[in-house]
């Protein structure tokens, strides 16, 4: 049966029923498939069917960002030192590094960490100068490192240390102010004590051992001579007492994970803006302490306020002082007789700190401590008014001695530290730096010792252990560690380790060149005895200067806040 058309309509085909609501449903689905899609792609939910369409996954490109950055902040350890780039005309033509690594390490010395000593009464995280061994990474390259700084991928941070645990919200993290974010949280607040100088440097080296690494040869030399600094010591005038080589001038110190800045005048300065820095103990305490005049005189002549109690250099800028004060023992000294001891002969009361050091404490804002080789010297030894031990004096054989001279070395470190950090009045810094290791070879400083002819750092196979310096380094370790324990003030304590380190600078001495006197013997004799030499003490300019380098970084670290340092 055949159907018509509608009146008035054109003639066309006629189709089943069924057919047409087939074409309607169909319809009807496919745009409903249309309306859904879009809504698809306009939510999150349709991300995969975004990057179908756009070529792009948000979500990889999200990943990618993230890694970089992080990659960025551990890989870039800059610091405000010049960066070298070895394979150039105007850096150093070669370098020969000194690896401290592996065997040169003290056998039997006590493993400290002293941020697990540290009291909680700090206020701050404390920075740990431990002898604790860390994983050494591998040191990335100084030339990209530059490349990265003029391309603008490593940011401009604070005169601190780009801490690489910033991305996961840890770190201290120390911004530019012209760029800091002001709608951020209250840890702007918390950093809202920080110097206008933190926004000069860039550098991570978070992580970083100072006093593990190696010496390299850097041909841009120290920044003072023997001829612009007036007030070096004779004896450690090495070029002005006609020293021909100047090679032990040269060579600094290279932390395995990182870099310790060149130092600073300008910076320390300002650092230490209206504080007062101490150096106390021995004649390497006056020794460093010159270095840190010499250092600091290339940027401004001081004023001398000394006296005959204390010598006294006053920095007017900022006004800075640095002081020197001499105990060769750190301990309570007597002269009159006690016991079978006579008058005359030194009595160190090892358990009693130096009393006319103990009044000026309270005035320091950060100290440095020396001591050690006194108590190769005449003494005797008294604890509670009884006398235990002697050093080049035991009249009585058949008595037995309690305290030996490198017991007695550790009992006052911890004497005069216990003193410090129990003060009611002290809450400065105190570092002490470890034993200063000499380098008399084929005897002692009076028995024929001699360095005559160094003149470039030990290797690490060619270093000998030094029993004596071994001892004394382990014994000092033991007293600081005894006295951080008993820490009750809110002063800080930190062990600056430099005895590794410097037991491969032989070279760094000077010798048989203590005089200008023109007609000194220099060289062994026809018999092979060397000439009269001090093998103890440090050229200047030399490497005495390193350890200012570490006395900055270690000031620096804790005046900022340093919160993640493993130094």
Known sequence: MSLGSPKGFPTMAAF??????????????????????????????????????????????????VSSSNQTNYDSPLSNVDVIDKNSSSGPNFEVPVSLNGSSAVKNRDMIDTNSLTTKSDSQPPMSDSLVDQ????????????????????????????????NSGNGDSRMDDNNRDTSSDSTLEAESSIPPLASN????????????????????????????????TQMQNCQGNGRPDKEYENWRWKPF??????????????????????FIGDSVARNQMESMLCLLWQVEVPKN?????????????????????????????????????????????????????????????????????????????????????????????????????????????????????????????????????????GGAWNTGGSCTGKVRPLSVDELVENGFTEIMHKEQVTGFERAIRKMTNRSKLKLM??????????????????????????????????PPQDCLHWCMPGPVDTWNELVLEIIRREFLGKQSSSA
Not at 264 to 271: C, G, I, Q, T, V
């Open 16 to 65: 089943p029923r069924s057919l047409v609501s087939i074409a309607i449903s169909v319809g009807g689905l496919a745009l409903f498939l249309i309306i859904a899609s879009c809504l698809l792609v306009q939510s999150p939910l349709g991300t995969t069917v975004q990057s179908y369409f756009y070529g792009v996954d948000s979500s990889k490109k999200l990943e990618i960002s």
């Open 135 to 166: 994983p050494v990474p591998q040191v990335p390259s100084v030339v990209r490192q530059e490349e990265e700084v003029k391309t603008g991928s490593i940011a401009s941070h604070g005169i601190g240390d780009i801490d690489s645990s910033n």
């Open 201 to 232: 440097t860039s550098k991570t080296d978070s992580g970083c051992h100072l006093y593990h690494g190696s010496w390299f040869y850097d041909s841009l030399g120290p920044t003072y001579t023997n001829n612009t600094c007036p007030v070096i």
């Open 257 to 278: 994970q990182c870099d310790l800045p060149r130092f600073d005048a300008k910076k320390f300065l300002e650092l230490m803006r209206g504080k007062t820095l101490a």
């Open 305 to 441: 306020r000394g006296n005959r109690k204390m010598q006294r250099w006053f920095f007017r800028s900022t006004s800075v002082m640095i002081v020197r004060i001499w105990s060769s023992w750190l301990v309570r000294q007597t002269s009159g007789p006690l016991d079978f001891a006579p008058e005359g002969v030194v009595k160190l009361h090892l358990d009693a700190p130096d009393d006319d050091l103990m009044k000026y404490i309270p005035d320091f804002d950060v100290i440095v401590f020396s001591s050690g080789h006194w108590f190769a010297k005449a003494s005797v030894y008294v604890i509670n008014n009884e006398i235990v031990g002697g050093q080049l004096w035991w009249p009585d054989k058949s008595r037995s001695m309690k305290v030996n001279n490198i017991e007695a070395f550790g009992i006052s470190v911890e004497t005069i530290l216990t003193a410090l950090v129990t003060h009611p009045n002290y809450t400065g810094l105190a570092i002490v730096r470890s034993f200063s290791p000499d380098h008399y070879e």
């Open 497 to 530: 380790d430099i005895t590794e380190a410097f037991a491969y600078r032989h070279d760094g001495h000077p010798g048989p060149y203590r005089s200008p006197d023109p007609n000194k013997i220099t060289k062994r004799g026809p018999d092979g005895k060397p």
